[in-house]
């Protein structure tokens, strides 16, 4: 295996910080389609050579990595019509940015091909470990630094007739499996571990039956219809804690177990860094359940309590969450805060600033998940500079 050429590892990391002034909001927000459904959807139709419609109402930075890495294994996209086709050889570096999504779904898809494929993310991608994947598909890799997991190269085909998945740190391992079935010639499943993010891997399986799947492990042709994404419930958390109403609620069964007045995150560890601010905001609370949100675009546990201690907040860490005071006032940072390259802790951190002022680093980071974030609150009255 050659040396790859390298990624923009830059995402999230030099971009112009954002001055947020104390402000007033009020109005309603639209909230982004969901990136569960988006990605599961974009895997699921390069599977189907026949076009697929798929709407959504804005694209963050994610699911377009997922679209421009699938484009450059053969797939057809225009911006609303999707075309699959088999896996193309490609020189090319798959380079899945800050997206853990992108980078494992699309892992177990090159890994049912025979020829070369590598993939590379930012900084915060390569810290971010998919051994547990690439052990349980069996396949050749290559790793090109002792430092860090990517750049990776890996090379199948994939031939295993058991697979053994461990569902106790990510769902997306799973999810990633049950997805490369139809190009396979079939296995035998087995998890391990206590799982979490179940509604994710139950989503997963739900929308592969929706394009023709009929049992786990075992390949089918894949049928997909044209479909409309829904809402992103997870993104909820934002409007709750800028105290601004949706416009766009996702339906009950669009959820995927994130609601926001449940504070054990078994199944909705990214709610961890909203819930944890609104808490310290209004009553307080202990979130519980959140162990696996040490492994998501930073250590979501600890990284949340220092964006609040930013804040003059306090929180304590506990083994699996937070435990929060209630009416804690914010105030405003001496100096430029840390968001840590990871666009929930941005986000957050934007609407705090929003009651104190702040100047907060990565200005463009919610572009990962929300684009249109940022232009909506100024539409509802924040004051930016």
Not at 193 to 209: P, Y
Request: glycine share 8%; proline share 5%.
């Amino acid at each position: 295996m050659g040396k790859p050429e390298h990624a923009n590892t830059d995402l999230g990391q030099s971009q112009p910080t954002l001055l947020v002034k104390p402000s007033t909001l009020s109005g309603s927000l639209s909230l982004p389609p969901s990136k569960s459904h988006s990605m599961r959807w974009l895997v699921l139709a390069s599977m189907d050579n026949t076009p697929t419609r798929i709407e959504m109402s804005e694209i963050g930075r994610d699911v377009n990595s997922m679209i421009k890495c699938l484009k450059k294994l053969g797939c057809f996209w225009d911006g609303s019509v999707f075309k699959g086709s088999e896996l193309l050889g490609t020189s090319q570096l798959l380079d899945c940015e800050n997206s853990g999504t992108a980078l494992r779904f699309l892992i177990a898809q090159a890994a049912t091909c025979d020829h070369e494929i590598t993939f590379d993310g930012d900084q915060s991608l390569r810290a971010r470990t998919s051994m547990p994947l690439l052990k349980s598909l069996g396949v050749e890799f290559n790793r090109f630094s002792q430092n860090a997991e990517y750049p990776l190269s890996l090379k199948g085909p994939f031939a295993k007739d058991v697979v053994v998945v461990d569902v106790s740190k990510t769902s997306q391992y799973h999810s990633a499996i049950l997805l490369m079935t139809p190009r396979t010639n079939g296995f035998e499943i087995t998890t391990v571990g206590e799982a979490v993010s179940r509604k994710h891997s139950e989503l997963t399986w739900d929308l592969c039956k929706l394009t023709g799947a009929k049992n786990l492990g075992e390949p089918w042709k894949v049928v997909c219809p044209d479909v409309s994404v829904p809402s992103d419930a997870s993104m909820a958390a934002f409007a709750k804690l800028a105290n601004l109403p949706v416009k766009n609620p996702p339906s009950p069964n669009d959820m995927i177990g994130h609601n926001l007045d449940v504070t054990n995150l078994r199944d909705s560890n990214d709610l961890i860094t909203p819930m944890a601010a609104w808490l310290a905001l209004h009553d307080g609370g202990e979130i519980s359940g959140a162990k696996h949100a040490e492994y998501k675009e930073s250590d979501r546990i600890s990284k949340t309590s220092q964006l609040l201690a930013q804040f003059g907040i306090k929180s304590k860490v506990t083994d699996e969450g937070l435990k929060i005071k209630g009416n804690q006032i914010p105030t405003r940072p001496n100096q430029i805060v840390d968001t840590f390259g990871d666009h929930r802790i941005q986000m957050t951190a934007i609407l705090l600033a929003s009651i104190c002022g702040g100047e907060i680093d990565n200005g463009k980071l919610h572009e990962i998940a929300w684009p249109s974030f940022l232009e909506q609150l100024i539409e509802c009255g924040l004051k930016v500079a």
